[in-house]
């Protein structure tokens, strides 16, 4: 039997149900596909964008504490993070939509 997902440091048992709705259900799948790849299809699977949960996985990848993420790091996990859910988001809505879609008034399914 292979680790589970929340066998890699800072992940726990929300992450697994998660990963699991992403079709990743082993620690060396979500190593495998990394952190923007992960978290991309956790997004299209329903999971809320929230950076805090975006680099807790970059530094449990790393084998870091969750909050060892500081300054320029930091900022550019952010640019990526910020650019996956753009593009996990991204179905062709204007630019009105893609607020709307932001704050929960379009249907996502």
Known sequence: MSDPVSSI???GPAMDAACARAGI?????L??????E?????L???????????????MGL?????NDCRGAEKIALRKRFDAIVASAHDRGLS????????IGVIDRS
């Open 25 to 29: 259900t082993s620690a060396k799948q």
């Open 31 to 36: 190593r495998r596909l990394g952190t923007d």
């Open 38 to 42: 992960t978290y991309r299809r956790l």
């Open 9 to 11: 440091r800072n992940l």
């Open 62 to 66: 790393q084998g870091r504490p969750w």
């Open 44 to 58: 299209q699977t329903g999971t809320r964008p929230h950076f805090i949960g975006y680099y807790v996985i970059e």
């Open 95 to 102: 630019e009105l939509e893609r607020i709307l879609d932001e």
